[in-house]
């Protein structure tokens, strides 16, 4: 009588004479079976799959601004609000620099960084303007004129006395950008990048960046006391994360967090999370199965034939 499988099936006619099947036929069998349940799951998980594929774009943003860690910046000719001209020269700052990125166009996530920020300038009281100063960079070059970025840094700051916005051609935009550690790409809506916040020593380096439109105060008080003692490397190497910024706590907050328009606040983003916790359960399943069907099963079967003979 042929051997029954635990699943139902008999055994193959090969093994019905007193042999076991071989291990490439038990392998491709567990494969086959693995294949189908693989194709069942991401059938179930198709959305947040792909909101895991967005992330890899995010993650790459992410690791762009932690290497500019301890980066000094360069030279560039900059437009302000009012359409003067002036030079940011990291080898000649006065005090350290509170970067923010915005776009005048955009109606969401920009604003709530930029209104974080202005309310921890109100409560630093007289060090915002002595200790430290604002800089924001409008980068939609085509569109951040000066006249916009006036009405916009108007409704974001109230005056100018110690924040000023920027703009630039699109050549000195995209190398100030990259020295900073900023990523930005057009997208339907507008543009897709980061929200972080630098903050520039007053030696010219990156000292720490800041992720998340809702803003970590105490950190970015820090980062500052750090700044105006200019303590920056300086030398391209990445800062120790916990000083610098871009440890897991923060690449958590970047990647799992997602802007809420009904309510103007982040929340953790759980399509991504799920399709995280679907991943890897895959994976273990089908892990388990070839190790659990193929070698375990398989072994138990053959020695079970051999005693039958």
Request: net charge negative; aromatic share 10%; charged share 25%.
């Amino acid at each position: 009588m042929p051997y029954i499988f635990p699943q139902g099936e008999p055994l193959p006619a090969a093994a019905a004479g007193g042999r076991c099947p071989s291990l490439p036929g038990r392998v491709l069998r567990a494969l086959i079976t693995s294949g189908a349940v693989l194709a069942a799951a991401l059938q179930l998980c198709a959305a947040p799959a792909q909101a895991a594929m967005d992330r890899v774009a995010v993650l790459r943003a992410f690791e762009k601004a932690k290497a500019s860690v301890g980066r000094r910046i360069g030279i560039y000719n900059l437009t302000d609000q009012r359409g003067r001209r002036l030079t940011l020269d990291g080898s000649s700052l006065e005090r350290p620099i509170v970067v923010s990125y915005a776009y005048t166009s955009c109606g969401d996530t920009c604003p709530t960084i930029l209104m974080e920020l202005k309310a921890y300038f109100d409560e630093a009281g007289a060090d915002y303007g002595t200790l430290f100063e604002a800089m924001t960079i409008g980068f939609d070059v085509e569109r951040d004129t000066p006249e916009r970025l006036e009405a916009y840094g108007r409704m974001m700051a109230g005056d100018f006395s110690a924040w000023t916005f920027v703009t630039a051609d699109g050549r000195t935009m995209a190398r100030l950008t990259s020295d900073l550690g900023f990523t930005f790409e057009p997208a339907p809506s507008g543009f897709d990048h980061p929200n972080m916040v630098t903050v520039i020593g007053r030696d010219g380096a990156v000292v720490r960046q800041l992720f998340g439109a809702e803003l970590d105060r105490a950190a970015l008080a820090a980062a500052i006391e750090e700044a105006a003692g200019g303590e920056g490397e300086g030398d391209g190497r990445e800062a120790e994360d916990a000083a610098s910024g871009g440890g897991p706590p923060d690449l958590i907050k970047f990647l799992c967090y997602t802007y809420d328009e009904e309510t103007g606040t982040y929340r953790l983003d759980y399509n991504f999370l799920m399709s995280v916790v679907v991943g890897v359960g895959i994976q273990l399943f089908m892990i388990y199965f070839v190790i659990h069907h193929v070698f375990i099963k398989g072994s138990r079967r053959a020695a079970r034939l051999r005693r039958e003979r």
